[in-house]
Structure formats: C-alpha cells, structure tokens
C-alpha cells in the first residue's frame, strides 16, 4: 500500500500563486522598513535553550520546539529521571538546542554578540520564519513568518512614533484598513500596585491579554485561580471593560495610579507619544487600550497591538518596549523598541478582503509560442531581448498545439502570447494576443520592447 504523505499541522506548503502574493507583502514591507532606514540581518532557525528558554514566560516556555541531541540522545539521562518523569531534567539532559519562538530575543542576543560591530542606535529588520508549539487553529499556525523592524539602543520615544508611522504606511500600502491599539507595561504594574496585588503583576497581565480570546468573566476566573483577591478582580473590571477616550483614560489613570511613581511615569510615556500623534497624525486610528497587555516578559515600556477592521481575526502586528533583553546576555542599559509583522494572518486577511492586486497572480508577462526549430529559435533572442529590458518572458519549451500553448498561457495568467510562425517571419513581425481582451495586433520585432514597456 502506498504512503500516505502530509505535514506537520499547523504548517502549510505554498504554491507560485501564493508565493506570488506572500512576495508582494513581503517587499512591500521591506520597502517601507528601507525608507525609514532600518537595515537587514538574520539569525539562526535553531538557537540553544539556554539562550530562549525565561525569556517567553512559563506559557512561552512550553511553547518552544526542542530539538534532539545528535546520535544517542538519552546516554546523559539517569534511570532515577526516567522513573520519575522529571520532565525538565529529562529534557536538559536530551535536548540542548530550539527552533527560535521570535525574532526579538535572538536579536537581543546577536546585538551582545556583535557590540563591537555595530553602530547605536541599531536600527534593524528581520523576515524570517518562527515557530511554536501552539494548538493550531483559524489564523494560529506552528511556523509562520514575522517581519521584525526594531531599534535598539535608543531611550527616546520618537522611536515608538516612528514605529507607528512604518505601521500606517504598511497597512495603507496593503490596503488594509486597522486600528492600533497602545497601552505601557508600567501603566499595567502601576494597576497591579493600585489594586493591592503588585506581586502578581505577571499573572495579572498573562491573563487580561486573553480578554479578547475569552472575555472579561474567564479572564476573571483566571485571576481568582491565581489568588488575586475578590476586592482585586473588582477593581480590575473597570480597566478590563474601560471604553473612555484617550483623555478620559489618562485622566481616569492620573488618579487611579497618583500613589505609584512606575505608573506614572507610564502615563506621561503614552501622553508623549500622543502629542507626537497629535502634531502629525497617521491616516490610521490609534485607541488606548487599557486591556492590552502583551503576555511577554521581556516587555517594560509602550505596547502595541494592530487589529485588522473588516475581518475577525487575532492580531496582525505587535510590540512594544523592552528595557532588559540584553542585560539577560551581560549587556547592561541598551534599551529597544520593535514591532512584528504577522505575514501569514496578514496574507489572510488579504486574501478574505482580495485585496492582493491582480498583477501578483502572473509569473510571466508574456508566453513566446513555438511552432518547431526555425520559430524557436528566433523566439529565444527575442525574449531575451524583452528580458533586458526588464519584462518578464517565456518561450513554450517544445512544439505544441495551439491551444495546448494558450490553456498554458490562460492557466499562469499570462496576459500576452507573442505568435510568431511562417509569415511572421518573412514579415520580421509578431502577432501579439491580448488573453484579456483577445484582441490581437502585429509588432514589428525591433518594436517589440517598446511596445510591451507601454503595456505593462
């Protein structure tokens, strides 16, 4: 009986047509990234677990992909482990190595790794695949792309505005019509002090960032599972269903947190970034968010979330400010700030809107029809005289009938078939078809560039 072949759930395999459209997002996300002057690097697929493992929280932690030490994995593993099912020491012992999770915390330890290489601020994209661990689900995969741009090195906040300004410009580009959402970590602990719970800061905020997933009353189950108090959740609610204005949450948040000098100092962040909103404001709404919570550790300052307006999915972009990434590495007081772009749930979304344009469909322009040696031949310096001058071209790889060559042509959306056979060449012309339109016209072959550079 044959194999039956799959992959692995929660991946995907991709063909030209989507590959076409995941190209156009990405480039059209690098091309911003370049305008504002941020430049490429890459890091590894695997990291060591020394090096992932504490950056993520505990969820995070159970989320990365281990991968096995080579050959005999299991000789540094002691019986005792094995009958005890110690599952932490079992996998120290079999594992030392981790497909990364997401790009920041291997861009924190390259930017330890290479200090004496670079210039600060260090300002740098990334694109490359992650993956998780995750349940597979609508728009939650186990590897998919981000697209990072952070700046690193940097305590001043013009980089959280400039952030949002490549955010506006991207999603203006890819005609997608969002919010971006802005909270401030220290706004989040100067809460968890208010409420009488600043112990429980992590708790506090792993669970308010699922209000979106699980709503207000689960988050609150959550909460009291963690031992916050009943007085405490109370308190929280307000926060959790808060639907002010953004002077009225500053205002609200100015007296709830006058006692705690770390929220304070949270609100004054977010006020300055709004008047660098309000002197030049982006085509995209920015909300502030009090229940934005951003689950990750290593985040200490703004926030950021980006949801997409006409289509029901999670998140489509996130980040926010990290103070002490790379002190975990031995690098002291390098501050950075970043945001991610979800390529795959972008590409979700674009497809569900269609919003891909038409052009990204084609791998070719035009399709050169072979009607035997003689016609080949002359097909082959034509096209490579088109390709010179930057139009994409093809020529059928062997002779054929014709409509076999224009079902090719129809089923890669070519848009033209270039004709040449018998008569075309005593005229030294082609016949062009229009596969759109089929309208067909006759092109002298020195005219052949010039008339496709008007076309296209």
């Known amino acids: 009986m044959a194999q039956q072949i799959s992959i692995p759930k929660g991946t995907r395999d991709f063909g030209p047509a989507e590959m076409n459209k995941r190209n156009f997002i990405f480039k059209t996300i690098q091309s911003v990234f370049n305008k504002y002057g941020y430049s490429p690097i890459e890091t590894p697929a695997m990291e060591n677990l020394s090096t992932l493992m504490g950056k993520y929280g505990d969820e995070g932690d159970k989320l990365l992909f281990k991968i096995l030490n080579s050959g005999d994995y299991t000789v540094n593993v002691k019986p005792e482990d094995f009958n005890s099912q110690n599952l932490s020491k079992i996998t120290g012992s079999i594992s030392e190595k981790g497909l990364k999770y997401d790009l920041t915390?291997?861009?924190?330890?390259?930017?330890?790794?290479?200090?004496?290489?670079?210039?600060?601020?260090?300002?740098?994209?990334?694109?490359?695949?992650?993956?998780?661990?995750?349940?597979?689900?609508?728009?939650?995969?186990?590897?998919?792309?981000?697209?990072?741009?952070?700046?690193?090195?940097?305590?001043?906040?013009?980089?959280?505005?400039?952030?949002?300004?490549?955010?506006?410009?991207?999603?203006?580009?890819?005609?997608?019509?969002v919010t971006i959402k802005i909270n401030n970590r220290k706004i989040l602990s100067g809460i968890a002090e208010a409420v009488g719970e600043?112990?429980?800061?992590?708790?506090?905020?792993v669970a308010i960032d699922k209000i979106?997933?699980?709503?207000?009353?689960?988050?609150?189950?959550?909460?009291?599972?963690?031992?916050?108090?009943?007085?405490?959740?109370?308190?929280?609610?307000?926060?959790?269903?808060?639907?002010?204005?953004?002077?009225?949450?500053?205002?609200?948040?100015?007296?709830?947190?006058?006692?705690?000098?770390?929220?304070?100092?949270?609100?004054?962040?977010?006020?300055?970034?709004?008047?660098?909103?309000?002197?030049?404001?982006?085509?995209?709404?920015?909300?502030?968010?009090?229940?934005?919570?951003?689950?990750?550790?290593?985040?200490?300052?703004?926030i950021f979330e980006v949801k997409a307006n006409d289509i029901e999915i999670g998140s489509i972009c996130g980040g926010g400010r990290y103070d002490n990434l790379t002190e975990i590495f031995g690098l002291k007081d390098i501050s950075g700030v970043g945001v991610s772009f979800g390529a795959d749930r972008i590409y979700d979304v674009m497809e569900q809107l269609?919003?891909?344009?038409?052009?990204?469909?084609?791998?070719?322009?035009?399709?050169?029809?072979?009607?035997?040696?003689?016609?080949?031949?002359?097909?082959?310096?034509?096209?490579?005289?088109?390709?010179?001058?930057?139009i994409?071209?093809?020529?059928?790889?062997?002779?054929?009938?014709l409509d076999k060559q224009f079902k090719y042509a129809n089923n890669k959306n070519i848009s033209?078939?270039?004709?040449?056979?018998?008569?075309?060449?005593?005229?030294?012309?082609?016949?062009?078809?229009?596969?759109?339109?089929?309208?067909?016209?006759?092109?002298?072959?020195?005219?052949?560039?010039?008339?496709?550079?008007?076309?296209?």
């Open 105 to 177: 915390v291997p861009f924190a330890r390259f930017v330890v790794q290479h200090r004496n290489e670079i210039s600060f601020p260090f300002k740098r994209y990334q694109i490359q695949p992650v993956w998780r661990a995750d349940k597979p689900q609508k728009g939650r995969y186990r590897e998919f792309y981000q697209c990072d741009v952070d700046v690193i090195g940097s305590n001043s906040l013009l980089n959280e505005f400039e952030l949002m300004q490549i955010i506006d410009d991207i999603f203006s580009e890819l005609k997608i019509n």
């Open 212 to 302: 979106d997933k699980i709503g207000t009353e689960k988050v609150c189950e959550e909460l009291r599972k963690n031992e916050l108090s009943e007085d405490a959740v109370q308190k929280l609610i307000p926060i959790l269903e808060n639907k002010r204005d953004t002077s009225g949450s500053i205002e609200f948040l100015e007296n709830m947190l006058s006692a705690s000098e770390t929220g304070l100092k949270g609100i004054e962040e977010i006020k300055t970034v709004f008047e660098y909103l309000n002197s030049n404001p982006l085509k995209t709404k920015v909300e502030l968010d009090l229940s934005l919570a951003r689950g990750l550790n290593y985040y200490t300052g703004a």
């Open 198 to 205: 600043a112990d429980k800061f992590m708790a506090i905020t």
């Open 416 to 456: 033209y078939v270039a004709i040449i056979g018998e008569n075309e060449l005593n005229a030294e012309t082609v016949t062009i078809k229009n596969m759109a339109e089929g309208k067909q016209e006759n092109i002298l072959f020195s005219e052949l560039s010039g008339y496709f550079n008007s076309q296209l």
């Open 354 to 390: 269609k919003a891909f344009p038409e052009a990204t469909a084609k791998s070719s322009d035009v399709l050169f029809v072979n009607f035997g040696k003689k016609e080949e031949a002359v097909c082959l310096k034509l096209a490579k005289t088109l390709r010179q001058n930057g």
């Open 392 to 401: 994409s071209c093809e020529v059928y790889p062997e002779k054929a009938k």
